[in-house]
T-cell receptor, first 112, second 114 residues
Framework: GEDVEQSLFLSVREGDSSVINCTYT??????LYWYKQEPGAGLQLLTY?????DMKQDQRLTVLLNKKDKHLSLRIADTQTGDSAIYFC????????????FGSGTRLSIRP | EPEVTQTPSHQVTQMGQEVILRCVPI?????FYWYRQILGQKVEFLVS????????KSEIFDDQFSVERPDGSNFTLKIRSTKLEDSAMYFC????????????FGNGTRLTVT
């Protein structure tokens, strides 16, 4: 099927780590992406991972990929108020030359 | 850093009118896209464009929609006769060559059909 699934909401305390999860259905997915959308703004590419990798780290961001379970996660260390946004997981499938398919997005809110 | 720019940021139109949403992709990119996001819902793929033709389109992209690259810099989405359900945020994106080249999105045009 087409679905990329994410939980809708996540609330974390400032300074804690946030872990946003995503599952996808197509085993032919080649690249998996995380985009961030702040209120009223566009989609900002945060990071992406190729399907033959298990992990990618970029400063406070860590992406983990479990290809067997088709599970992708984004960990944000030391979460700050500026991290409040909607986070979208997206996949690019080998079967499609061009498009990427988005999940429904996870709204991350930070509490003091 | 180069950006994808979209104009206008907000467009209000009456049902049945034609609208053209404009995008300037990143200058050395060759693949162009339109996505839309109805308020509170998923970001949905509409169409991709490469080498002056549509390479892929979704079921949403029916005969009311068309895309054009009228010159070397602009990429437009036209909705011929807008419906209330066309109200959404429309995002343009572009990417370079290479299979691992990610999509870069503009800030979107909010279309409101009344």
């Amino acid at each position: 099927g087409e679905d990329v699934e994410q939980s809708l909401f996540l609330s974390v305390r400032e300074g804690d780590s946030s872990v946003i999860n995503c599952t996808y259905t197509d085993s032919s997915s080649t690249y998996l992406y995380w985009y961030k959308q702040e209120p009223g703004a566009g989609l900002q590419l945060l990071t992406y991972i190729f399907s033959n990798m298990d992990m990618k780290q970029d400063q406070r961001l860590t992406v983990l990929l479990n290809k067997k379970d088709k599970h992708l996660s984004l960990r944000i260390a030391d979460t700050q108020t500026g991290d409040s946004a909607i986070y979208f997981c997206a996949e690019k499938r080998d079967s499609s030359a061009s498009k990427i398919i988005f999940g429904s997005g996870t709204r991350l809110s930070i509490r003091p | 850093e180069p950006e994808v720019t979209q104009t206008p940021s907000h467009q209000v139109t009456q049902m049945g009118q034609e609208v053209i949403l404009r995008c300037v992709p990143i200058s050395n990119h060759l693949y162009f896209y339109w996505y839309r996001q109805i308020l509170g819902q998923k970001v949905e793929f509409l169409v991709s464009f490469y080498n002056n033709e549509i390479s892929e389109k979704s079921e949403i992209f029916d005969d009311q929609f068309s895309v054009e690259r009228p010159d070397g810099s602009n990429f437009t989405l036209k909705i011929r006769s807008t419906k209330l359900e066309d109200s959404a945020m429309y995002f343009c994106a572009s990417r370079g060559t290479g299979n691992n080249s990610p999509l870069h999105f503009g800030n979107g045009t909010r279309l409101t059909v009344t």
